[in-house]
């Protein structure tokens, strides 16, 4: 298959990446496919990773260097396709890196439709130092849930589109890294985006995009991706407005799968929402043992404004993952003993993994 000569337009969004950019425009710029731009968004980065870029695009012509005030991941997204020339669009996390073939294999599967997306798989490359200052990386590799090969038509609506949102698991990742877009279908998406929802932002950009396709092809291992994990990402570590912030996400989400046609576009907001509820929990279990009393108050504050006993006795989805099993018993009953053992678990956890 394969689109002969297609432009990729790669887009990076950049912020406090000083020790890691380089690394990520690297590999970039060593793809055996060679019909590509690469865009750099510095977000209004505070540290040198905007010196970085500009000397990356004075030692190459594929590289543009774009500067703006801070407006988070998704506004840098959004600076960067307002740049790209290309006939497809990809989205790398400036702490990331690439394979060497990653766009070459990808490019093997595009047809030129102006409404699809290529997805590959990834590996999450989690580092480690020991008390001697010596780091190790272990490397996981992580597959798309769906089975590899073509979805278009009723395949692609029944086992694809229809389980994007309200499920704890998904058919595919939605995070707008390592997946191949057409170009089109992503610029004519753009005005569902929200750019003050920080967390779950790729959803938000995401989930239009998906709705939109006429045709996804999930690739066969292709583990090209490489996730850089970190301790300290909003999703691991207390975030006092990641309640607010998923509150946004829910309304956003409602607004988007109505105006795309979705059928029960509010219950699927709703059961995401669950999900996303979870987030919140975790985050509040994280803080500071001495902010305990504050934290326990907050959780059944919240249990109580969205009435999460009704939320998960409505969910048709079984939970599965471990963690979010454990915040079941707070969602019905956010007692102290449930929050406390919920929190000592936690803590025995991040003993095990440090």
């Not at 990809?90 to 047809?111: C, K, N, V």
């Not at 999900?275 to 919140?280: R, S």
Request: charged fraction near 25%.
């Amino acid at each position: 298959m394969g689109k002969v000569g297609a432009k990729i337009s790669i887009i990076v969004p950049v912020y406090k990446a000083e020790n890691v950019i380089q690394k990520c425009i690297n590999s970039i710029l060593a793809q055996s496919y060679r019909n590509f731009e690469v865009i750099l968004v510095d977000d209004g980065s505070p540290d040198g990773s905007g010196k970085i870029i500009d000397s990356a695009h004075v030692r190459s012509s594929k590289v543009i260097a774009v500067h703006k005030e801070n407006g988070g991941p998704s506004s840098a997204a959004i600076k960067g396709v307002e740049y790209a020339s290309g006939d497809y669009i990809m989205f790398i996390d400036g702490d990331d890196w690439i394979e060497p073939d990653m766009l070459e294999e990808m490019a093997l599967h595009i047809t030129g439709c102006n409404a699809e997306v290529i997805c590959s798989n990834y590996i999450i490359d989690k580092e480690k130092k020991d008390r001697h200052g010596n780091i190790t990386v272990s490397s996981v590799p992580v597959k798309m849930p769906a089975p590899s090969g073509e979805y278009t038509g009723d395949r692609l609506k029944s086992e694809l589109l229809n389980e994007l949102i309200g499920h704890e698991k998904r058919p595919i990742f939605l995070s707008r890294c390592f997946k191949l877009y057409s170009a089109d279908i992503v610029k004519n998406n753009l005005k569902y985006v929200d750019a003050s929802i920080r967390m779950g932002d790729d959803v938000n950009m995401i989930t239009p995009i998906l709705l939109d396709a006429k045709r996804i092809f999930v690739m066969k291992d292709a583990f090209f991706y490489h996730y850089v994990f970190y301790s300290t990402s909003i999703v691991h570590s207390y975030d006092p407005g990641l309640y607010d912030n998923c509150v946004r996400l829910r309304s956003k989400l409602s607004e988007i799968l109505e105006l795309k046609h979705v059928p029960n576009a509010n219950e699927k907001a709703r059961y995401e929402f669950l999900y996303l509820f979870f987030l919140v929990i975790k985050s509040e279990l994280r803080r500071p043992l001495k902010e305990a009393f504050e934290s326990n108050k907050r959780i059944r504050e919240l249990c109580k404004i969205e009435n999460t006993s009704d939320l998960l006795t409505d969910n048709p989805d079984k939970i599965c993952d471990v963690a979010n099993k454990l915040m079941v018993p707070i969602l019905r009953r956010p007692s102290n003993i449930n929050m406390t053992f919920a929190r000592a678990v936690f803590g025995i956890q991040k003993i095990l993994k440090a």
